[in-house]
């Protein structure tokens, strides 16, 4: 009993606040302290404490993740017994204060223009079915793991397929204005699947989609990213010159299969991103040789040698060549990238080699305006 009081006097309130409010929120990327989402904290008794938790809406996704992480963080302070979490949802006011701060005085503008430091990856195929979406979820999550914060703006407003390949689909929280994007495997994502119920058709054409695209780069709170990597949409369409014109300093990675149909496609949106002032990055070449795990057999089913042809006629790196692969295919079907779920495979292995071939160090700040002024 006498311990137990003992232990209970030893309960550091101030060390419980400072633990809990070091929690992050995953989705607004800031600490609950910093967030304005801890509340009151007390001892009511023995070495229970009570947290209020102030929610940025009271049917928040994350309500139970974000109760069991206060929980543990608490539960580790010394002489803490048993937690106790209430859930208090967040005033307008608190919200609005909160959207602004997120805004960062920036308005509606997006992050992402030429005083960013976030490096943003268009990447495209040309060819439709080349594994353009596997490719970029799993590059995305190799990117995570090596330390990167990392975002994925889904821009295949017509086929998306990043919300299947990441598990995730509900709608994002909306905060005055402003989307969160939806943290799944170490990195956020927004996609127009998000925000659709059924998969309706999105007939979006020009200046419609020059403003969805805007608004999912300015009206979505990415936090502070390393790296964005866009989905686009096959083809040489709409979408790349719009992301040219809200995203100058982006640059291009291009996927293909090692076949010439698909090589000959990808080898003109390469061009035309390069005419438009984008550069090109470097090729990654998808569905090269299936090695047989049992056999060992190599079987080129889609050729060989595309991704190579490919990056010589437009003079940029070949970055990798992924192999035909199982895991990619079925992990893709379940909804965890093969990045997760199958870590050993071939073609994981691969998409690994080429996060780490890409260049990721903050670009220079050479011949770019600063944003200082001299008084
Ligand atoms: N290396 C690979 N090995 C096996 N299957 C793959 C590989 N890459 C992609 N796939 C599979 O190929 C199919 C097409 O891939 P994905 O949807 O990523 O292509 P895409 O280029 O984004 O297509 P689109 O842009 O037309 O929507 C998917 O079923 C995917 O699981």
Same mark, same amino acid.
């Given at each position: 009993m @006498?311990?137990?009081a003992r232990a209970a006097g030893a309960v550091d309130l101030e060390a419980v606040r400072r633990a809990?409010?070091?929690v992050r929120d995953p989705e607004l990327d800031l600490a609950l302290a910093d967030a304005g989402m801890l509340g009151e904290v007390r001892l009511p008794r023995g070495g229970t404490v009570r947290v209020v938790l102030r929610l940025t809406t009271a049917t928040? =996704? @994350?309500?139970?993740?974000?109760i069991r992480d206060v929980r543990s963080a608490a539960t580790a302070v010394a002489g803490v017994s048993d937690v106790e979490v209430h859930v208090e949802a967040m005033s307008e006011t608190e919200r609005m204060s909160l959207a602004a701060r997120l805004r960062g005085g920036r308005g509606s503008r997006h992050p992402f223009g030429r005083e960013s430091s976030t490096l943003v990856y268009a990447v495209g195929s040309g060819k439709g079915g080349v594994g353009k979406s596997t490719v970029t979820a799993n590059l995305a999550v190799a990117l995570a793991r090596q330390g990167k914060r990392v975002g994925v703006l889904d821009a295949d407003v017509w086929g998306w397929s990043i919300p299947q390949l990441f598990g995730v689909r509900r709608p994002p929280v909306a905060l005055k204005g402003l989307m969160l994007p939806l943290p799944a495997h170490g990195v956020v994502l927004m996609s127009v699947g998000f925000l659709l119920e059924h998969d309706e058709p999105v007939v979006w054409r020009? =200046?419609?989609l020059h403003k969805a695209i805007e608004q999912f780069l300015g009206d979505v709170h990415w936090g502070e990213l390393d790296v964005l990597l866009i989905d686009l949409p096959p083809g040489t369409g709409d979408v790349a010159l719009t992301l040219l014109e809200l995203v100058p !300093?982006?640059?291009?990675?291009?996927?293909t299969t090692p076949q010439p149909a698909a090589q000959h496609v990808a080898a003109r949106v390469a061009r035309m991103a390069r005419d438009a002032g984008m550069p090109v990055a470097g090729v990654i070449e998808n569905m090269s040789t299936h090695v047989c795990s049992s056999c060992d057999a190599h079987t080129p089913l889609f050729g060989a040698g595309g991704g190579e042809r490919l990056a010589a006629d437009i003079e940029t790196a070949l970055l990798g060549q992924i192999p035909l692969d199982l895991p990619l295919r079925s $992990?893709? !079907? @379940?909804?965890? =990238?093969?990045?997760?779920? $199958?870590p050993d495979a071939a073609s994981v292995v691969e998409v690994g080699r080429i996060a780490a071939r890409l260049p990721v160090?903050?670009? $220079?700040l050479v011949g770019r305006s600063l944003p200082l002024t001299v008084v």
């Open positions: @006498l311990a137990r809990v409010g070091a928040c =996704p @994350l309500r139970a993740e974000l020009g =200046p419609m !300093d982006a640059q291009l990675l291009v996927v $992990s893709g !079907d @379940l909804g965890v =990238p093969a990045m997760v779920a $199958s160090a903050r670009r $220079s």
